[in-house]
């Protein structure tokens, strides 16, 4: 089921970072794929002049790469999680 780009979708997946324990944070910068993760801090940033669509997938992209213990998330988040990890 392909993913719908809606604000709620993009709601929905800073929800589940933060539920990860992730920190989101939408900055300026040269980012040669959109983002920049420090994962030692757990902080993602995401280029801000991304599109609601390219947030979305750059933020879909991101999720199979972070270390997320589905435990931790709640019913909805961990049914999204596992959607995205799924589909790519």
């Known amino acids: ?4 780009y809606s604000q709620a979708v993009l709601d929905k997946i800073i929800k589940l970072l933060d539920e990860a ?3 989101l ?3 300026k910068g040269n980012f ?3 983002f ?3 994962e030692h801090k ?3 940033v995401v280029n ?3 599109d609601l669509e390219g947030r979305i997938n750059t933020l879909s992209d991101i999720l199979s790469l972070l270390k997320i213990d589905p435990n931790m998330l709640s019913a909805e ?12």
């Open 1 to 4: 089921m392909p993913i719908r």
């Open 21 to 23: 324990g992730y920190e």
């Open 25 to 27: 944070r939408f900055e």
């Open 32 to 34: 040669n794929s959109g």
């Open 36 to 38: 920049c993760i420090l």
């Open 42 to 44: 757990k902080v993602v």
């Open 48 to 50: 801000k002049f991304l």
């Open 77 to 88: 988040s961990r049914k999204l999680y596992e959607q995205a990890i799924k589909e790519l």
